[in-house]
């Protein structure tokens, strides 16, 4: 019963360096998303997904792709690490409609120097 | 455009104090709210959503469509409810939730 998983849960990137950040749910969830939490701001929506082949930009997309080929997975890409992505990013997932719960991740911590 | 207020960064209560959490929202379509709760070191869990009129773990949280409101009260706070609390607003795109800044509540014996 694993929910959502987040892979990795710390990284330390050097500036311009890339990384993929991945996501992965077992609960047949239809959308997904990611989110970054900063300190004062909140939860701020990156991108979503609301099916296989699909995705969405959020409030903050720029620095960010993202790729869902498969249902249950969900992958945050930077291209170029920028010290202004240092943040903790949470996966979601939830069924489709109106009033379903969210499903979060554990976060990955990941810092830009 | 949808947003969400949460007005308080740091709410500090006394054990057995009523807590009052507030949250205001703007949204020209019906509004579907919800609070998440962080612990500390644990992920974001739902602990209310407003079409379900329930009390978990001593929480209520009524809609005022009026006030534009989803406050979060609990007449008696425990030092257990210390963690950070997010109200949310889900919008059309994508059915994703719109977060407020959340609000830390640190309960004190």
């Known amino acids: 019963n694993a929910g959502v998983t987040q892979t990795p849960k710390f990284r330390v990137l050097k500036t311009g360096q890339s990384m993929t950040l991945l996501c992965a749910q077992d609960?047949?969830?239809?959308?997904m998303y990611w989110y970054r939490q900063d300190p004062g701001m909140g939860l701020r929506l990156i991108h979503y997904?609301?099916?296989?082949?699909?995705?969405a930009k959020g409030e903050v997309p720029d620095g960010y792709n993202v790729s869902r080929l498969k249902k249950q997975n969900f992958l945050l890409g930077l291209e170029s690490a920028a010290p202004s992505q240092t943040s903790v990013y949470f996966c979601?997932?939830?069924?489709?409609?109106?009033?379903?719960?969210?499903?979060f991740g554990q976060g990955t911590r990941l810092t830009v120097v | 455009a949808q947003r969400v207020t949460q007005p308080e960064k740091l709410l500090s209560v006394f054990k057995g104090a009523p807590v009052e959490l507030k949250c205001n929202y703007s949204?020209?379509?019906?509004?579907?709210l919800f609070w998440y709760v962080q612990y500390s070191r644990q992920r974001l869990q739902l602990l209310l959503r407003?079409?379900s009129r329930e009390s978990i773990k001593g929480f209520t949280a009524d809609l005022n469509k009026g006030e534009t409101s989803f406050h979060l009260k609990k007449p008696f706070a425990q030092e257990e409810d210390s963690a950070m609390y997010y109200c949310?607003?889900?919008?059309?795109?994508?059915?994703?939730?719109?977060f407020g800044k959340g609000t830390s509540l640190l309960v004190t014996p």
């Open positions: 949204y020209s379509g019906s509004p579907e």
């Open positions: 997904s609301v099916g296989e082949g699909t995705t």
């Open positions: 979601a997932s939830s069924f489709i409609g109106r009033n379903t719960e969210a499903f």
């Open positions: 949310a607003l889900k919008v059309n795109s994508g059915y994703a939730l719109n």
């Open positions: 407003h079409i």
């Open positions: 609960m047949n969830h239809e959308y």
